[in-house]
Every structure is written in C-alpha cells, then in structure tokens.
C-alpha cells in the first residue's frame, strides 16, 4: 500500500534523542540548531507553517471546482461534460501533488497512521473492488447493493481498505477510476462511456443510479478531508496543529521539516513510486494509472519538495525557506541544494507522457523515456543526500530512506 506511513520502505527517522512529538522523529539537540540564526530559524518554521496553509488552500479550492464540474456531468452525462470532468481532476491532481511535502512526520495528514492520507491517496487500487472491469462486469460495491446498501461518504470511508490493502474504496484514485474506467491501452488512457452513469432513457447502464451516487459522494468525501487537514494549519485558529508545532523548540519543527522531504525525496518519490514501477514494467505499481498522469504526479512532488527548500508556495506566498537558513551558514551550500532541487523538477518534466509507455517488455533501458526516469531517480537521490548533508551543517542528524 503506498498510503499513510510507508509499509515496505522505512520512514524517515530523525535521530537527535528526545521525542519529537511527530512520527518516528526523535531529538535530543538544544532547542536552536548549531550554526543557524534563531530569529531566523523562527521565521522559517512559521513560513513554512504559512505554506502549508497556502498549499492545502490551494488543493481544496481547485478539489471544490472539479467536485462542481463533477456534479455537471452527473446531472447530464454526456462525453463532452465527462471530458469536463476528467479536466478538472486532471487540474486538480498537482495541487494536491506538491502538499506530499508535508508528510512523513506524524503531521495532521499522517498522524499515528491514523490521519486522512489513506483515505485521500491509498494506490494502487484494486478495480474490482468498487466497479466492473474487464471480465467480470458484476464485480464491485456499485454491483452489489444488497452487500452495500449504503453508499455514502461514511458508508465509502468504512469500506475503504477494508480487508486489503488494495481496496481502494475513496480518494484521488477512486475518483480517477469512475472518471477514466480501467486503462486497457497501452497508448492512452482508460475509455469509461459516459453511458454509464445515464440513469435513464436507452443507453441507461446497469447501477448507473449508484454509479452516480458512489462518485458524488466520494467526492464530498475527498473535499471534508481536505478541509479538515487545512483546518488543522489555519493561522487563525489557536488550538490546532499549527499552533502545536509553532511551539515546538525550533530544532524539532526543522527535523520534521527536513525529515518530511527527505523521506518524500527519495523512499517515496524515487522509490515506492518510480522505481518499483522502473524496475517491475508493471502499470500497476504506476500512481496514476487511469488517467495516464503519473508524469504530472512526479513533477508535482518534486515541485512540492522544491517550495519547501526555496519558501516558494501557492498564491505568491514567498519567504525564507530552508535555503535561506542554510546560507545565513554556508551560501555556497545552500546554492547547491537549491540548484539541485531545481534539476529534479526539471528532469522529472523531462519525462515524455504517458509514463507507462516506458514500462513495457520490448522498451531498451536505452530508451529516451526510461533514460529520463532513471535520470529523475538519480537526481531525487542526489538531492535526498544534500539534503542529509545540510541538515547536519544546523547541527541536525537526519536518517531518510
């Protein structure tokens, strides 16, 4: 499963002694990082609490539009209202993306392994479990109403994950299946008919009554979690999570920082979600399967990982950034790590689309599109290593994967 905390690849551990109060991060550092100036590393731990705001606003609104171009296409399903609808998943899915930088330390998104993150983005997902596939048209919860009665936003929440792994029931993926259907071709994405949400008239499709259901309300479902992890970062409020880690000693903010990237960079990114893909030539272990937007995902991490190092967020939101700390110690350095965050981004939109093309049998290692994917592996661990690096230049041990 690559939801929540990770199963196969080892979190990110930042080692200093004492609890961190997040995750698997401990410290026993002082309370201000050697090397760096505590005024500013006060107002980068608030800048970033700032972006994170700004990054989870930014999901939530452009998640709202699609949900409204969603309720259009079930209210007429028709191909040119389902392309509408598929666009704005489509337009959503990066802003959702670069918020993956802010996992990995126990944070509002993962908390305990009991935060919202399975039920946003659990993959891969098992088809079958919610609607018909190839083979076999009545598998799935919307086949089976005396099984699932119920299909509302509680109801899909209870079944999601429920006796594997891969059943999938809710989220981003859940929704892209219902929009897209299974992907059968090996040079596009899935063909789902719009057909099959028509409730009524001829071309009425089997369940099509709770097709439509089960997609509005697993995307209610999607908007409730994202605005309580936004919630849980408004500045306005003075009893939720940001306030909490606003007051924690400034060494145990940045090790969740750093510890969130640094896990993203490499364990995650680089590995659960492109090289076991890379390595496998499977579409399965592909984060976007459906919708052919796996590229797009990648870009979006990489960038999300990016914002946090230069203060760069969402609606112009601009500040110091953990570059910005590091060069009050070593500008040379926090150049480099800057530069090479760069470079991932760069060489992650280098990777021609779509991305399970380059997963297939009879394409070389050679190939331009597996040469690019190898390149971003490449570079995500590379910066994964300065990124170590650079933490103990502020006096912090940091263990990712």
């Known amino acids: 499963m690559k939801s929540g905390l990770l199963s196969s690849v080892p979190l990110a551990a930042v080692l200093i002694a004492a609890s961190c109060g997040g ?24 800048h970033y609490a ?44 990066p802003d959702y993306g670069v918020t993956e930088a802010f996992r990995f330390y126990g944070g509002p998104i993962d908390a305990d392994d009991a935060g919202p993150e399975g039920q946003i983005n659990a993959w891969p997902m098992d088809e079958s479990y919610v609607d018909y596939v190839e083979g076999d048209a009545n598998s799935g919860i919307i086949n089976d109403p005396e099984e699932h009665p119920e299909l509302t936003p509680g109801a899909l929440a209870e079944l999601n994950e429920a006796g594997g792994e891969t059943n999938v029931s809710t ?15 090996e040079d596009g994405p899935g063909e789902r008919p719009a057909t099959d949400f028509a409730t009524t008239g ?12 089960y997609l509005g309300s697993v995307t209610e479902l999607l908007l409730a979690d994202l605005q309580d992890v936004a919630d849980a970062w408004d500045p306005e409020a003075d009893d939720n999570y940001r306030a909490e880690f606003l007051a924690k000693p400034s060494d145990e903010a940045l090790t969740d920082i750093i510890g969130g990237i640094g896990e993203l ?21 592909e984060h976007s399967c459906f919708s052919d937007n796996t590229t797009e995902d990648i870009v979006a991490n990489a960038q999300g990982v990016a914002n946090v190092i230069t203060g760069d967020y969402p609606g112009g939101l601009a500040g110091p950034g953990l570059a910005q700390l590091l ?67 502020l006096g912090l041990t940091v263990e990712v994967s």
């Open 327 to 393: 060069a009050d110690d070593d500008e040379a350095a926090a150049a480099e790590l800057t530069a090479a965050v760069e470079t991932s981004v760069t060489s992650a939109e280098s990777i021609p689309a779509p991305f399970d093309q380059h997963l297939l049998d009879g394409v070389s290692d050679d190939d331009p599109g597996r040469a690019a994917i190898k390149t971003t592996m490449g570079n995500l661990g590379a910066q994964t290593d300065l990124i170590v690096d650079q933490a103990a230049a």
């Open 202 to 213: 001829t071309a009425a499709a089997k369940n099509a009554d709770r097709r439509v259901e």
């Open 50 to 93: 700032d972006g994170v705001f700004a990054s989870y606003g930014a999901s939530l609104d452009s998640a709202t539009a699609m949900s409204d171009t969603i309720d259009t296409f079930l209210a007429t399903p028709t191909e040119d209202t389902l392309t509408a609808a598929r666009q704005s998943w489509l337009d959503a899915r």
């Open 265 to 285: 960079s490499r364990g995650e990114l680089a590995g659960e979600r492109m090289s076991v893909a890379y390595t496998e030539r499977t579409q399965e272990e």
């Open 171 to 185: 989220g981003w993926h859940a929704i892209e299946f219902l929009l897209w259907g299974q992907d059968l071709s």
């Open 23 to 46: 995750g698997d991060q401990t410290t026993t550092a002082a309370s201000q990082p050697s090397g760096a100036d505590a005024t500013l590393s006060a107002e980068v731990v608030e």
